[in-house]
């Protein structure tokens, strides 16, 4: 059975602090892993992820896959309250018939960065 | 903006009802996905379309209903809900067959089943 683990489930952190998010998966037909933020309304994506051991890098957020060990993190530095939302792990699976790229997602994990 | 538009953002129906959610992508893109979003559980994927076609359907019930009329255009029917339906549907969007690239989504629509 397919499988996407989200930890820790929330975190609590100041501004300023680092926080580092963790996403383990076992799938069949892996193809990617993707990072969205959901504040109250649509996902947005971050990154997508195909490769091991290269580090995407969006401002402050960076994130990097290891398909040996089966997990991503997602690392924000010097956080803002505006970085207050649920970060959703999902992965990528292999629609061979159509190439649709359909995700499997984890619980999430809510951050809140308190002022 | 995210270039995919949900409406209603927001339903409240009797389970006797019938009711349709729409969304519509203004981003080329020619897969269209259906996922429910319940309090403390992942996103579930109800429905997907590639190319106008229906490609999956996670053992749905049968009270809900999908139809792609073209690629920019995904409706969810609904009828005879239950009060466990009572939920986040979100649509996304996405490019195939180069299945690399990201799914885009809606705001999404909050339906209360009384």
């Known amino acids: 059975e397919d499988k996407v683990v989200q930890s820790p489930l929330s975190l609590v952190v100041h501004e300023g602090d680092t926080v580092t998010l963790n996403c383990s998966y076992e799938?069949?037909?892996?193809?990617?892993l993707l990072w969205y933020k959901q504040e109250k309304k649509a996902p947005t994506f971050l990154f997508m992820l195909?490769?091991?051991?290269i580090e995407k890098k969006s401002g402050r957020l960076s994130s990097i896959l290891d398909k040996k060990e089966l997990f991503s993190i997602l690392n924000i530095t010097a956080t803002q309250t505006g970085d207050s939302a649920i970060y959703l792990c999902?992965?990528?699976?292999?629609?061979?018939?159509?190439?649709?790229?359909?995700?499997?997602f984890g619980t999430g994990t809510r951050l809140t960065v308190i002022p | 903006e995210t270039g995919v538009t949900q409406t209603p953002r927001h339903l409240v129906m009797g389970m006797t009802n019938k009711k349709s959610l729409k969304c519509e992508q203004h981003?080329?893109?020619?897969?269209m996905y259906w996922y429910k979003q319940s309090a403390k559980k992942p996103l579930e994927l109800m429905f997907v379309?590639?190319?106008?076609?229906?490609?999956e359907n996670n053992s749905v019930p049968s009270r809900f209903s999908p139809e792609c009329p073209n690629s920019s255009h995904l409706f969810l029917h609904l009828h005879t809900l239950q009060p466990e339906d009572s939920a986040l549907y979100l649509c996304?969007?996405?490019?195939?067959?180069?299945?690399?690239?990201?799914?885009?989504f809606g705001d999404g629509t909050r339906l209360s089943i009384l």
């Open positions: 996304a969007s996405s490019q195939a067959p180069q299945g690399d690239q990201p799914q885009h």
């Open positions: 799938v069949t037909n892996f193809r990617s």
């Open positions: 379309y590639s190319l106008e076609e229906r490609v």
């Open positions: 999902a992965v990528g699976l292999m629609e061979s018939q159509t190439g649709a790229n359909n995700l499997f």
């Open positions: 195909t490769s091991s051991g």
């Open positions: 981003l080329g893109h020619n897969a």
